[in-house]
């Protein structure tokens, strides 16, 4: 079955360093690839998403992933976090064609910045 | 433009009572899912729609629940019985066919 793991349940960096959140997926062809963020009460919002083409994609809020074909990877960067970036993130990959397109997520990681 | 409208944005009832949760699509968006979200967990599907019918239903977790969009542009998802496991946050989200899902900010269900 398709799954997404995301290893790390709870990150905590301090504001104006660098960001990697990982995630694997584990499905036989290239799905499709996405990164959301929910913040505290909010709902999902998309900061990128990678369907084909430049393995590197660039998101809303300075956020970028790199997907990664011989590593089943897809992680997330940005090279300087602000204090409003604190939040949960999730990683989620789609399959079109048969499962008309549920997403499919990991448990998440939740960032926390210190000033 | 409006975005994916849920409502309740909270809902308390009691086990064994019956509820109804609402999700108003973007307008135009033929695609309509619901997620169900448990604490410390990403959210697991539920349901998807395309039109008024139900193209992939195998996410329900038991004949409690069950969905309809009748008119191909609001959605309601009601769960008979309740239980307290039925306790989470439900999202909907909807999509053109095809493209990124849009989510609502979710109706948060406490079953006592």
């Known amino acids: 079955a398709q799954s997404v793991t995301q290893p790390d349940i709870h990150i905590t960096v301090s504001e104006g360093a660098s960001l990697e959140l990982r995630c694997n997926y584990s499905y036989g062809a290239t799905p499709y690839l996405f990164w959301y963020v929910q913040s505290p009460g909010q709902g999902l919002q998309l900061l990128l998403k990678?369907?084909?083409?430049?393995?590197l994609v660039q998101g809303i809020k300075g956020f970028e992933a790199e997907f990664k074909r011989s590593q089943s990877s897809f992680n997330l960067r940005k090279p300087s976090v602000h204090w409003s970036d604190a939040a949960e993130y999730f990683c989620a990959v789609v399959l079109y064609g048969g499962s008309q397109g549920n997403l499919i997520f990991g448990k998440g990681t939740k960032l926390s910045v210190k000033p | 433009g409006a975005g994916v409208s849920q409502t309740p944005s909270n809902k308390v009832t009691e086990k064994g009572k019956y509820v109804e949760l609402r999700c108003d699509p973007i307008s135009g968006h033929t695609a309509l899912y619901w997620y169900r979200q448990s604490l410390g967990q990403g959210p697991e599907f539920l349901i998807y729609?395309?039109?008024?019918?139900?193209?992939?239903d195998s996410g329900l977790p038991n004949d409690r629940f069950f969905a309809v969009r009748p008119e191909g542009s609001v959605s309601t998802l009601k769960i008979q019985r309740t239980e307290r496991g039925d306790s989470a946050v439900y999202l909907c989200?909807?999509?053109?066919?095809?493209?990124?899902?849009?989510f609502g900010p979710g109706t948060r269900l406490l079953v006592l």
């Open positions: 729609f395309q039109g008024t019918g139900a193209a992939d």
């Open positions: 990678y369907f084909s083409g430049d393995t």
């Open positions: 989200a909807s999509s053109s066919l095809g493209e990124t899902q849009y």
